[in-house]
């Protein structure tokens, strides 16, 4: 079945970095989109950013700009998300999701919960 | 950028209610809206797309419509299994989420 698995959960002190991992499976992961799209604590979804699976091609939102890159890794079938320059602010559940054209994210990951912390 | 209201935030409903959650547009994004469920600790999952497509496997006291700036989710007969907190989502640009719209039990 069409599955996303997400890396574990991160601790990170204010200022550092974090990396999140996506790994899809059962299906062609070229032929999709990867978006990410991260959840404070008791707050809405908020869109990050997008990546093209097929050719790197990406969008991030206008707030993360400079902070944020989504890469992939079409030989193990996963996508990563790495964002910098952690604030407390930036405490969230991040999810991946595969994105097909003109119908939605579908499915999601389990989520990672990164906690920003001194 | 184009911004998603979502009305109400809260809603109040017992079992076999029928439902109606409107979402806006701050400008046109003709059919290209997705609704989402979503509980507690768990990721959101699609329901409807292209406005009033339904997802497979979902029930089918969900209806999406709408198109433009205006857009409905109702559920027809309220389940216990359906009290959760439903968002809309654009995808005509980019991607954006409306706030959320928490169903609760009255």
């Known amino acids: 079945q069409v599955q996303l698995v997400q890396s574990g959960a991160e601790v990170k002190k204010p200022g550092a970095s974090v990396k999140v991992s996506c790994k899809a499976s059962?299906?062609?992961?070229?032929?999709?989109?990867i978006s990410w799209v991260r959840q404070a604590p008791g707050q809405g979804l908020e869109w990050m950013g997008w990546?093209?699976?097929?050719?790197?091609?990406?969008n991030y939102a206008q707030k993360l700009q400079g902070r944020v890159t989504m890469t992939t890794d079409t030989s193990t079938s996963t996508a990563y998300m790495e964002l910098r320059s952690l604030r407390s602010d930036d405490t969230a559940v991040y999810y991946c999701?595969?994105?097909?054209?003109?119908?939605?994210?579908?499915?999601w990951g389990q989520g990672t919960l990164v906690t920003v912390s001194s | 950028d184009i911004q998603m209201t979502q009305s109400p935030s809260t809603l109040s409903a017992s079992v076999g209610d029928r439902v109606t959650i409107t979402c806006r547009a701050s400008?046109?994004?003709?059919?290209?809206l997705a609704w989402y469920q979503q509980k507690p600790g768990k990721a959101p999952k699609l329901l409807i797309y292209?406005?009033?497509s339904l997802e497979s496997g979902v029930p089918s006291r969900f209806s999406g419509s709408g198109s433009g700036t205006e857009f409905t989710l109702t559920i027809s007969s309220l389940q216990p299994d359906d009290f959760a907190t439903y968002y809309c989502?654009?995808?005509?640009?980019?991607?954006?989420f409306g706030q959320g719209t928490k169903v609760e039990i009255k």
């Open positions: 999701a595969r994105e097909a054209r003109g119908t939605g994210f579908d499915p």
């Open positions: 059962g299906y062609t992961f070229t032929s999709y989109g």
């Open positions: 990546i093209s699976a097929y050719n790197g091609n990406t």
């Open positions: 400008q046109s994004i003709s059919s290209w």
């Open positions: 292209k406005a009033s």
């Open positions: 989502q654009q995808y005509n640009t980019l991607w954006t």
